[in-house]
């Protein structure tokens, strides 16, 4: 099934410890992005990549680092969790960036 | 960075009524979607709109850019377009939300 895959769905972790979210796509885009989605809040950017090789922050990067090593790949990188790392994530693909994006099923992260 | 705001927040509606959500932004941008959250908090892209008129069945989108808001119309509601309607716009790479409004259509 073409879309966006997340892996895995649900995570707790123990502070400081690391951890990766995995993300693939199997549509050819080029550009992915991962957000994190607080309680009544809308999605904020944490890093974004327009294509293999190219990565960028977004809006709350702070503890979290992403490579683009494939185009069907962006995993995104934990270095130390804190508490205040308690969210949803979901990761985004398109054609290019501001087109209609394909979200994940979402990753629920825990840290206590 | 560029503000966005999403009113109402919250709306409440029968079954069968109309509704408009209205997207304020506060600088120019390259593009602009809405997206729908659904209970199970899956996100569903609606309308990708940087400006014009779009329709795909009951919903319609409008954004007026040199005016910096987009409306997302919903006619007909059903209980099934319950869930939490985001836009948001792209500038340079970046993606900005707004809060979200939070649809719920009663039976």
């Known amino acids: 099934n073409a879309g966006v895959t997340q892996t895995p769905k649900f995570q707790v972790l123990k502070t400081g410890q690391s951890m990766t979210l995995q993300c693939a796509q199997d549509?050819?885009?080029?550009?992915m992005s991962w957000y994190r989605q607080d309680p009544g809040m809308g999605l904020r950017l944490i890093h974004y990549s327009v294509g293999a090789g190219i990565t960028d922050q977004g809006e709350v990067p702070n503890g979290y680092n992403v490579s683009r090593s494939t185009t069907e790949d962006f995993p995104l990188r934990l270095l130390s969790a804190a508490p205040s790392q308690t969210s949803v994530y979901f990761c985004?693909?398109?054609?290019?960036?501001?087109?209609?994006?394909?979200f994940g099923s979402g990753t629920r992260l825990t840290v206590v | 960075g560029i503000q966005v705001e999403q009113s109402p927040p919250d709306l409440i509606l029968q079954e069968g009524a109309n509704s408009t959500l209205r997207c304020n932004f506060s600088d120019s941008v390259n593009n602009l979607q809405w997206f729908h959250q659904n209970p199970w908090g899956q996100l569903i892209n609606l309308f990708y709109?940087?400006?014009g008129t779009k329709q795909n069945g009951r919903l319609s989108a409008t954004t007026v850019a040199t005016e910096r808001y987009s409306l997302l119309y919903i006619s007909s509601s059903q209980t099934t377009d319950s869930g939490v309607y985001f836009c948001a716009v792209h500038r340079a790479g970046k993606s900005t939300f707004g809060d979200g409004t939070t649809l719920t259509v009663k039976p």
């Open positions: 709109i940087p400006s």
């Open positions: 549509m050819n885009h080029e550009y």
């Open positions: 985004a693909s398109s054609y290019w960036q501001g087109d209609g994006y394909t």
